[in-house]
């Protein structure tokens, strides 16, 4: 477990030294929270029916390398198997791509994430996904999870919004 952790944070170290561009403004140091509505099913490959989950999150995040990484928490009400439970875990946000606007910024970017869940029903959800983040309002995404737990696997998508405040960025010859 050292061992893991030691080379976590050593990954983390050397992606702050190489994430030093001040023009990119995706991922800014700052808070952010979403609100993703979201959708798919729960399989294990088999000849068995899938079932569909649905539900609403909250992911709550803050920048912990500008530029690159966020680190979060999820807090998730879902409806699956004739039941509305809810699921809790952390996540982190990786940005690989910007789409720059030249003098506007940016225009969005792409970025994965990595979530663990632990839900009401004896659910443990390893997995992560792919997002767009669309003018840093609307997020798109998709994600797999493995449910290592009840061996399962959850495919979902989803359209999410941005509740929290926008940071206002104070210029010099604005004052």
């Not at 979201?38 to 088999?46: E, I, Y």
């Not at 709550?60 to 500008?66: A, E, F, L, S």
């Not at 966020?70 to 946000?93: C, E, L, Q």
Request: aromatic content about 12%.
């Amino acid at each position: 477990m050292k061992v893991i952790t030691h080379t976590l944070l050593l990954c983390l170290v050397c992606i702050q030294l190489k994430a030093q561009n001040k023009r990119d403004t995706e991922f800014p140091k700052e808070f952010i929270m979403h609100v993703k509505l979201h959708n798919g099913l729960v399989t294990n490959f088999s000849n068995l029916p899938e079932l569909y989950t649905g539900g609403l999150q909250f992911v709550p995040q803050y920048t912990i390398v500008p530029q690159k990484i966020r680190a979060g928490v999820i807090t998730d009400f879902y409806y699956t198997n004739k039941k509305i439970s809810a699921a809790f875990g952390p996540t982190f946000s990786y940005k690989i791509k910007t789409f720059k606007a030249a003098p506007f910024g940016s225009l969005g970017n792409i970025n994965l994430n990595v979530d663990h869940l632990w839900g009401t029903n004896r659910e443990k959800l390893i997995g992560g996904g792919i997002n767009a983040d669309i003018a840093n309002k609307i997020v798109i995404g998709l994600s797999f999870h493995r449910d290592y737990n009840l061996n399962t696997w959850w495919v979902q998508n989803s359209i999410g919004i941005r509740i929290s405040s926008v940071k206002k960025t104070i210029e010099i010859f604005n004052q």
